[in-house]
């Protein structure tokens, strides 16, 4: 096939309205499964059987041809955070500058990036079986760790191993447990909440001094958190949001307390489980003949209907719970297929149909990506990654960069979490000077 680079003549980017900014987009065409992306690496699982390793920053480099496009596509898919730094936003108050920054992703959204696993073979850094010589229901990366479940167990097992390495992931796992997890996601704290279907919902912790001492262990480092049906779940801020059809939604909340620590003489912090708020609770509930599917993630909660979505905002710090979330904008959103998912990232909600995915944007604008979906991810907990949205689809994986967030008041979001600074600049920060760090202002 060939590396493939060409534009689009359907647009005129001398005539686009500013902030009318299209997501980059890198074709991979392959038979492919699963996906993740960590420290520079992306990690794809074929239907095959094989667990594919790639040099991310070289991929993406192979199809900058010259200057122009070299900006858009290094901070789009190397280092999606970089444009947020306060000291960029201040620069973006310029409004010439920022419609030449505007340009230039909207030139560079209108070329097509498009490979075959051949024409990036060279970016390929490692090739073995999936760990556990079976195909994941889910996977998760953390702290150079994998963690993944199939039907036989929730495992761990190292990753992002050194370059000279025979395997980059060890071919060596841990079962953590016998029990099967349809979902994984992890927080900071750090804990891993595990969706197991009629299993309920579970945590992991991943660190042997955070113990959750108000709930049931099962397995060493492992607890139940409810009984309930869960399908999916992510966290919203230190409580947990467990989405399911069986039973309706719910949220695990949690709550830090202090304690007296008796050696040191110093109060400190523990998280510790509250209760259950039902999704019957919620603000604003109506019971829908067509069925209601609801999820959280961070500052907001989305509840979809084929007719309508609800957003409301999630405040952990009002204690009771009429107060904790509050409906600020209601959607229409008729669509004649069946509602599979939902999630949000920075730059927006998305929503998973049986004949395609729906991005309803932070900037107001929709993008909709066609086909029968296999599997999509985003990386809200990444450093580099969390304005990325990886698809697979039957033939391909296609890789977009969502880059209109930087020009958003993060304050008035409707759509997408809202972006917070992190409290630390750790190894999955480019620390070289960028572009604009080199500028006088």
Avoid at 25 to 34: C, F, Q, S
Avoid at 70 to 98: C, M, T, W
Avoid at 152 to 172: D, L, Q, W
């Amino acid at each position: 096939m060939g590396i493939n680079r060409y534009y689009q003549q359907s647009q005129n980017v001398e005539n686009s309205t500013l902030f009318v900014m299209q997501p980059l987009k890198i074709t991979l065409y392959g038979n492919y499964y699963d996906c993740q992306i960590y420290r520079g690496r992306l990690y794809l699982w074929t239907f095959d059987g094989d667990l594919c390793v790639y040099d991310w920053n070289r991929l993406v480099d192979s199809f900058i041809v010259n200057g122009v496009d070299a900006l858009p596509l290094r901070y789009g898919f190397q280092d999606g955070r970089y444009l947020y730094r306060q000291s960029i936003q201040q620069i973006f108050e310029d409004i010439e500058f920022k419609e030449l920054l505007s340009k230039k992703y909207i030139k560079a959204s209108r070329i097509k990036h498009i490979a075959s696993e051949n024409d990036v073979a060279y970016c390929l850094i490692g090739k073995q079986d999936s760990p556990s010589g079976r195909l994941p229901l889910d996977t998760e990366i953390y702290n150079s760790n994998l963690y993944y479940s199939n039907d036989e167990g929730f495992y761990r097992t190292t990753a992002h191993r050194p370059i000279n390495a025979k395997y980059m992931v060890s071919t060596k796992p841990v079962k953590v447990w016998d029990g099967k997890a349809l979902s994984i996601v992890a927080n900071d704290y750090p804990q891993m909440a595990l969706s197991a279907g009629s299993d309920g919902l579970l945590e992991y912790s991943l660190s042997n001094s955070v113990k959750s001492l108000s709930l049931k262990t099962v397995e060493p480092n492992l607890y139940k958190v409810s009984d309930k049906f869960s399908l999916y779940s992510n966290y919203i801020y230190e409580s947990i949001f467990s989405s399911s059809r069986q039973g309706g939604s719910y949220i695990s909340l949690f709550k830090f307390e202090k304690y007296k620590d008796e050696y040191f003489g110093k109060e400190k912090s523990y998280r510790n489980y509250d209760r259950e708020i039902e999704e019957r609770e919620f603000d604003g509930y109506e019971e829908s003949k067509d069925g209601t599917i609801c999820w959280g993630v961070q500052d907001k909660i989305y509840m979809a209907t084929s007719q309508k979505v609800k957003v409301m905002k999630y405040n952990k710090w009002n204690a009771e719970d009429g107060d904790r979330m509050h409906t600020i904008e209601t959607k229409n959103n008729k669509h004649d297929s069946m509602i599979i998912k939902g999630g949000a990232a920075i730059f927006g909600n998305i929503i998973e149909y049986e004949d395609g995915l729906l991005v309803m944007r932070s900037d107001g604008k929709i993008t909709w990506i066609p086909g029968e979906i296999t599997r999509w991810r985003v990386y809200p907990r990444s450093l580099n990654y969390l304005n990325h949205l990886h698809v697979i689809l039957d033939d391909r994986i296609e890789f977009y960069s969502f880059n209109h967030d930087y020009f958003i008041d993060q304050s008035q979001k409707v759509m997408g979490t809202e972006y917070m600074e992190p409290r630390h600049r750790g190894s999955n920060v480019v620390q070289d000077a960028g572009y604009f760090d080199l500028m006088p202002y």
